[in-house]
């Protein structure tokens, strides 16, 4: 077959961030691709197979917008756009761009940076009551803060609480140190750290102090009911269906509330329901509440998480199928026994 090219200008200041150190990311785009990219003064030569020519010329032209608006480009967000070039939706890169939450601290735009997390974030806009359900790296906490945040700072809310069950994520730790506070805080650090990065130390103690926003295990929610209030539980794979049940009971007029797990760290006893589990099962198809499912193309991390992830989908898939499999047989060879053999 003949080879294709195309030619397309890029200002220097695009190349040197959507290059990468040492042109790591544009030698991902020909390897991936397959195509061959020479620069000359400012414009590129893209040569290869037709097809996948347009769609490398596609996702170089995606990832220019999105470094004219200011962006940084990172590893994932090349990863990503070629993702989406190979499935031919480049193009919802800089849709999914346009959408900001709100600003760190220090300045950095908040916005969803895949397909998984956009739906999210419109499902938590759209909606009183959603579960974020997917794996490490994915956001769901993250996001949900970001978003608890912008509404608690535009007067849509009066406080955020924020809570997680306490549970040993498969280690006993024994009996920690300090008052009641100090024993729950080790539990609740993610979601402190979270709240540091977007609202920054002195925002966040003052608003603690004011009881405008509070981080408490789950057990403190019982009894309670939260009015005009974001309320986030996070690490819900850990909930029992009774915790669960108990949460969900807690919301008040004017609420908001995100849910957010990861079926497949659950560090409860081996025998027990999760609450996450039995919440998918029970309250799927009632009205404003959305369930939002998140995998291995939705995580934002490192690289190298997004393939430790997929690696462990592929696993346990392979797992549960051997596992059916297994159990098919045995209930075979019983069928197959004689009446009143042993």
Do not use: W
Not at 203 to 224: C, D, H, T
Request: with cysteine; hydrophobic share 40%.
């Amino acid at each position: 077959m003949d080879e294709f090219s195309v030619k397309m200008d890029m200002p220097t200041e695009h190349m040197q961030k959507i290059f990468g150190m040492h042109d790591a990311y544009l030698k991902k785009v020909e390897r991936d691709f397959g195509v061959a990219i020479v620069d000359r003064n400012g414009q590129l030569t893209i040569t290869g197979k037709e097809e996948m020519v347009k769609r490398a010329e596609g996702v170089l032209r995606q990832l220019s917008i999105i470094s004219g608006r200011g962006n940084e480009i990172e590893e994932q967000n090349v990863d990503y756009a070629i993702a989406l070039g190979m499935e031919k939706k480049e193009e919802a890169l800089t849709q999914i761009d346009e959408d900001c939450i709100c600003h760190t601290v220090n300045g950095k735009p908040i916005k969803p940076k895949t397909l998984g997390q956009k739906a999210y974030v419109d499902a938590i806009r759209n909606n009183m009551l959603v579960f974020g359900i997917g794996p490490a790296g994915t956001g769901k906490t993250y996001l949900a803060m970001a978003m608890a945040i912008t509404a608690f700072k535009n007067d849509e809310v009066g406080r955020i609480i924020l809570t997680r069950p306490a549970i040993e994520a498969g280690e006993k730790l024994g009996f920690l140190p300090g008052d009641l506070q100090s024993k729950v805080d080790p539990y609740l650090r993610p979601l402190y750290d979270a709240l540091y990065q977007i609202m920054g130390g002195e925002s966040f103690a003052k608003n603690m102090e004011k009881g405008l926003i509070e981080v408490a295990p789950l057990a403190y929610m019982r009894g309670r009911t939260l009015d005009n209030a974001y309320i986030i539980l996070d690490e819900a794979q850990n909930t029992t269906p009774a915790q669960m049940k108990m949460f969900l009971t807690r919301i008040g007029f004017g609420s908001k509330v995100v849910v957010t797990g990861d079926d497949s760290q659950k560090d409860l006893p081996a025998d027990a329901k999760s609450g996450l589990d039995i919440a998918q099962k029970v309250l799927r198809g009632i009205d404003d509440i959305a369930f939002c499912t998140l995998t291995s193309k939705d995580v934002v991390r490192h690289p190298l998480v997004q393939k430790i992830v997929k690696a462990y989908e592929d696993f346990e898939g392979k797992e549960a199928a051997r596992n059916r499999r297994d159990k098919e047989r045995s209930v075979k060879r019983y069928s197959k026994r004689p009446k009143g053999a042993r």
